[in-house]
């Protein structure tokens, strides 16, 4: 079949002054509709109709054919039927043929998806009672009118939404009319057919405050978070992962964790994202599937040929915590926990880029007291080592006999509450939503080596520390110098070094004061906003 295209953009429009030749998300916006045509399957010949030469002459760039429109039909009054008759018989003329159907197309949809205008055609191709076709969308509701001064209701009874009789606005998207009907002052046919696209597909910009919406919509992206989170690695890329998606707010989100991160998927899915668990032998082959623009890995060390492989299937690629080859030649890194022998253009390590949860940055700084009251034990989502048990078990006599009070928070992910059954004063809870006010309660906490050392750093509480792993033996901040006691990996240690440990600092009131002064050195106030700020700018890159 023959088919025209013709897009009428006048230079004269009013809502927003020179509309057709403004750019939208960095492109003109008539760049939108010519690039959309380039892409059906069908063969068409795009015209754009106008008066004006400068946009006749940035459509010709964009690779569209021009009709010189007259000014009589070029006024805010005239309709779009005398236009598009006016440009079909140029086209005609000038093309030599005669066309089977007119489709109008108006640049102020810069949404529309080149796949509803093919199916709209593939409709009227294959239905020849169908006259007309309009992109539509639905607008059934309690709508009124005004008749005469009077507000007057288009419903007959006051219903729920589906209930109710449907209406339907059209979109100016596509309107689609056989040849045969097309007049100077028609384009509609006695059979006609909606075509109903989604939301953000009826968009047409005739305000400034349509114009926003769009461009939020266009430069929305697509973010993949790729997060492993287990018994044997803990949560702790899971909820650093979590921070960064609840702070990125006009993007689309996603998580992708592997197939040992069930733990992961299920913690995810509390906080209502979109979770998807790897299928594939290839986590690649998933990542393929789910065509992101932007990946951000949290899954510890990468290599090169996986982020090169990323690299052809998206735009960017993001990491934390990752002292593998891949993170050389990734996009942006950042290793808030680990030192870094080499100092890389596009790395970003040390305190000043780690994420601090809102409970933490709202917070107030410990008052250090002379006397110790309460201790508290936190070893993370996970604990594979059970340093709870370990600490509990070398320091529960001396608490009690100090009128010391000990409290536990374990994480979601530990599971040996059966060890801690036999001691009886100990308050245990579970995945609390608020640690930072049981830190703060605390005269001195026992952790892992890590990001919770950050946490209790920045409200200045001493510290007594035992790694969970040989990995966070390298995590470089958990030091005395940063205001920490690190007795090193727990299962190391036994109960009397422990016990010695905590009573020389329970009595030593000034070393707790300095611990707290040294914790305090570090300003973590701007690191999450710095972060976030360095990601959305490589997003914008895009």
């Not at 594979?384 to 600490?391: A, F, G, S, Y």
């Amino acid at each position: 079949m023959h088919i025209l295209v013709v897009i009428p953009a006048r230079g004269g429009s009013k809502g927003i002054p020179r509309k057709n030749l403004r750019y939208l998300a960095g492109k003109p916006l008539l760049f939108y509709v010519a690039s959309m045509l380039k892409k059906s399957k069908f063969k068409l010949d795009a015209y754009l109709s106008s008066e004006d030469q400068e946009i006749l002459g940035l459509g010709k760039k964009l690779g569209l054919k021009i009709h010189k429109r007259d000014l009589e039909i070029a006024g805010d009054a005239v309709t779009l039927d005398p236009v598009v008759y006016s440009c079909l018989q140029y086209a005609e003329k000038k093309e030599s043929k005669k066309y089977d159907l007119v489709i109008t197309m108006q640049p102020t949809s810069p949404l529309l998806k080149v796949e509803s205008l093919d199916n709209a055609l593939t409709e009227i191709i294959n239905n020849s009672e169908i006259e007309t076709i309009l992109s539509a969308s639905d607008a059934t509701a309690l709508s009124w009118t005004k008749k005469e001064n009077t507000y007057t209701p288009l419903y007959e009874k006051r219903l729920n939404r589906q209930y109710l009789k449907p209406t339907y606005n059209e979109t100016g998207g596509f309107f689609i009319s056989r040849r045969n009907i097309v007049t100077e002052n028609n384009r509609i046919g006695s059979k006609v057919s909606l075509y109903l696209l989604d939301d953000s597909e009826s968009i047409d910009i005739d305000t400034f405050q349509d114009w926003a919406i769009c461009e939020y919509l266009l430069k929305k992206k697509k973010i993949l978070f790729v997060v492993t989170g287990n018994s044997i690695v803990g949560l702790g890329h899971v909820y650093n992962s979590l921070l960064i998606a609840n702070d990125i707010l006009n993007h689309e989100i996603q998580f992708l964790v592997d197939s040992d991160s069930n733990l992961a998927a299920e913690v995810l899915a509390k906080y209502n994202y979109k979770v998807a668990i790897q299928k594939n032998l290839d986590i690649l082959d998933d990542i393929k599937e789910l065509s992101p623009d932007i990946v951000i890995n949290d899954r510890l060390d990468t290599d090169e040929k996986y982020i090169f492989s990323l690299k052809k299937i998206c735009s960017k690629v993001i990491n934390f915590e990752d002292l593998g080859a891949g993170a050389v030649v990734s996009d942006l890194v950042f290793n808030a926990i680990y030192p870094e022998n080499k100092e890389y253009e596009h790395h970003y390590y040390g305190a000043d880029y780690f994420l601090l949860r809102d409970e933490f940055l709202l917070s107030k700084t410990k008052v250090i007291t002379d006397k110790i009251e309460k201790v508290l034990l936190t070893f993370g989502g996970v604990d594979p080592l059970n340093n709870t048990l370990h600490v509990l078990r070398s320091i529960y006599e001396y608490c009690i006999q100090n009128n010391i009070e000990i409290k536990i928070i374990a994480g979601i992910g530990y599971d040996k509450f059966n060890t801690l059954e036999s001691f009886s004063n100990v308050t245990i809870l579970r995945d609390v939503k608020n640690i930072s006010d049981h830190m703060l309660d605390a005269d001195i906490i026992f952790t892992s080596a890590g990001r919770t050392v950050y946490e209790v750093a920045s409200l200045g509480i001493p510290c007594i520390v035992l790694a969970q792993n040989s990995r966070e033996l390298t995590h470089y901040f958990a030091s005395f110098s940063n205001g920490f006691i690190n007795m090193g990996l727990g299962s190391d240690q036994n109960d009397n070094e422990i016990l010695d440990t905590f009573k020389n600092l329970a009595v030593d009131f000034k070393q707790r004061k300095q611990l707290s002064a040294l914790m305090r050195k570090t300003d973590f106030m701007n690191g999450r906003k710095t972060v976030i700020n360095l990601i959305k700018n490589e997003i914008e890159k895009i």
